[in-house]
């Protein structure tokens, strides 16, 4: 009788645990999912800020034209690019940037506005990337350890792939500092 | 926005993390955010109206000296009540790695929460052995914020995670323009120290051996101090006329503290070990003070590559009083210390840093898994997929 208990008990202990684990899993997928999303909302506003920015300073000779033309075709290319292709393209886009303002630019009340804003998408779409990766890296760590592996917790689940791309874009006047 | 602050140690207690909290909590009600903060408090504590009581915390040995933490299942039906009372649109709690009332806020939470690691220490085998018990609630937290790369490194050695550098804030409003102690810095010039005088890593006997070389040949130099210790022992072995011109305050409020600064001509931070970040001389600058201080990393980057403030070599007294007898010497050389020194500390003014906070804010409450039919955001996320 008691060994009977026990079984039993052991089985419903490990059945919850089981039950817990696949339950984080999900957690962790649903976080990735939304982080993702959030960061992509961020490179599209990161990008049409730099239309808006390269467009205005471009036609009222803050900026050299070619220059801003290219600012421009890169943010374009950045709001078309498909999955795979995304990190190439976030990453032309921030050389561009950083290349256009890499001296000092005359700017007006108007563009210094869009810099700002600009500055701002930015830096949040440096915060989006570490806080997706940061799921990433969780969710791939519980995947990895051998008790999910062993059940195939997260079958059909494509593993989570980290965003890497080199966002230190932008106007230094918004960073702060430290850490450069 | 409502934002839930958990501070996990004692409100009262005067440190680093509970300075902290409150700064954000009233930059972040300053910009129009309404804030409550969690912290365990002795029930006789008067409070400001921000701060909900957690209870009382015991007194345990962790990290290195005796904190004061709330853990169990009382501090738990706490956090958990509070939590639906405030129904927070994010949680940000401090330290969650500490067994305090951070951690359970962790488990207790459902919603976006952002963490904010202070300390930072080399990695220890008891630190490694809790990590994996600590994973399940670290995994909830969408956002985590460093205060240094010190604390940042510590994250991803401890943790295995990374974090955004976002610095501690400096209420530069509260240092400016603040009166001197009577008779202070007085014609021969005043130094300044503040600080546990008695700990071998903050540097004061660096401090002392320097001034008893200046003194010696400045007849009217005196130093100041403010901190916990024993100040008959501290100046034992100066030569005894030296000895009165050193005068100390013991601990200071937090008040007293732009007194201080207004009370000295140059302030030094002879510190030995390394500091994660070296908050007083952000309010040593926001004071208006100038500042000489060791060569450590810390040190080195608040002050702008030595710009905002002279750098001597670490723990060399001989180098330290060199460099302090030149700052005093040169009052151009110290106003243009200064002008650099306000510069830095309005870049880390709370009202600047509070904003960055909420940039924070704003991309965990996105990045919230919600119902799919709800978010317009995961529609275009399938877009993008497609």
Redesign the interface.
């Known amino acids: 009788m008691t060994v009977v208990v026990a079984v039993v008990a052991l089985v419903v202990a490990a059945a919850s645990y089981v039950t817990w684990l696949a339950r984080r899993i999900d957690r962790l997928y649903a976080r990735v999912e939304a982080a993702y999303a959030v960061l992509d909302a961020q490179l599209v506003r990161r990008a049409a800020a730099a239309v808006q920015l390269a467009m205005y300073a471009g036609s009222h000779g803050q900026l050299d034209p070619i220059v801003a033309e290219a600012v421009t075709a890169a943010a374009r290319a950045a709001m078309d690019a498909g999955v795979q292709a995304r990190e190439a393209v976030e990453n032309d886009l921030s050389r561009e940037l950083r290349a256009a303002f890499a001296g000092p630019v005359s700017t007006d009340d108007a563009s210094a506005r869009l810099v700002d804003e600009l500055a701002v998408a930015a830096t949040k779409v440096g915060y989006a990337r570490q806080f997706h990766n940061d799921a990433v890296r969780d969710t791939r760590a519980l995947r990895f350890s051998w008790l999910p592996r062993l059940l195939s917790l997260s079958r059909g689940r494509p593993m989570p792939r980290y965003f890497e791309i080199d966002d230190t874009a932008l106007p230094a006047r918004s960073r702060l500092g430290v850490d450069r | 926005m409502r934002v839930g602050l958990v501070c996990p140690y004692t409100w009262e207690v005067p440190g680093g993390v509970q300075s902290h909290v409150r700064d954000l909590a009233e930059a972040l009600a300053d910009l129009g955010h309404s804030v409550s903060v969690l912290a365990p408090a002795d029930d006789d504590t008067p409070l400001p109206p921000y701060v909900s009581s957690a209870g009382r915390a015991l007194p345990v040995p962790y990290n290195g000296s005796v904190a004061r933490l709330a853990f169990g299942p009382l501090s738990a039906a706490r956090v958990r009540r509070w939590l639906r009372e405030g129904s927070f649109d994010v949680l940000h709690v401090h330290e969650p790695a500490a067994p305090s009332l951070s951690l359970l806020a962790c488990w207790a939470a459902d919603g976006p929460i952002v963490a904010t690691f202070h300390t930072a220490n080399p990695r220890s085998r008891v630190m490694a052995a809790a990590q994996a018990a600590l ?2 609630a ?7 914020i460093a205060v ?2 010190a604390a940042r490194r510590t994250v991803v050695e401890h943790l ?8 501690n804030g400096v209420s530069v409003a509260a240092f400016r323009g603040a009166r001197p102690l009577l008779g202070w810095p007085g014609a021969g010039g005043a130094v300044g120290f503040l600080g546990r005088f008695d700990e071998p890593r903050k540097g004061f006997n660096v401090l002392l051996t320097a001034f008893a070389v200046l003194a010696s040949h400045r007849p009217g130099l005196r130093l100041l101090v403010a901190g916990r210790g024993d100040a008959a022992e501290a100046v034992e072995e100066l030569p005894a006329p030296l000895r009165e011109r050193v005068v100390f305050l013991g601990m200071i409020s937090e008040v007293a503290k732009a007194q201080f600064f207004a009370s000295i001509d140059v302030y030094v931070a002879p510190n030995t070990g390394q500091e994660s970040f070296g908050i007083i001389l952000l309010e040593a600058m926001a004071a208006g003070t100038p500042i000489v201080a060791s060569n450590i990393d810390a040190f080195r ?2 002050l ?1 590559d030595g710009r905002a403030g002279q750098l001597f070599a670490v723990g060399v007294a001989s180098a330290l009083a060199d460099v302090l007898g030149r700052v005093i010497d040169d009052p151009g050389g110290r106003a243009e210390l200064v002008a650099a020194g306000t510069k ?1 500390a309005e ?2 003014d709370w009202p600047h ?1 509070a904003r ?1 906070v909420v ?2 804010y ?3 409450i ?5 119902p799919a039919a709800e ?1 317009p ?2 529609a ?2 399938e877009e ?2 497609r």
Do not use: N
Request: no cysteine.
């Open positions: 994973q399940p670290m995994e909830k937290i969408t956002g985590r240094s790369s295995g995670a990374d974090a955004v550098l976002i610095p980057r608040v702008d830095v870049r880390y840093i960055h940039g924070v704003e991309t965990v996105a990045a919230v898994p919600t978010d955001m995961r275009r996320e993008v997929t």
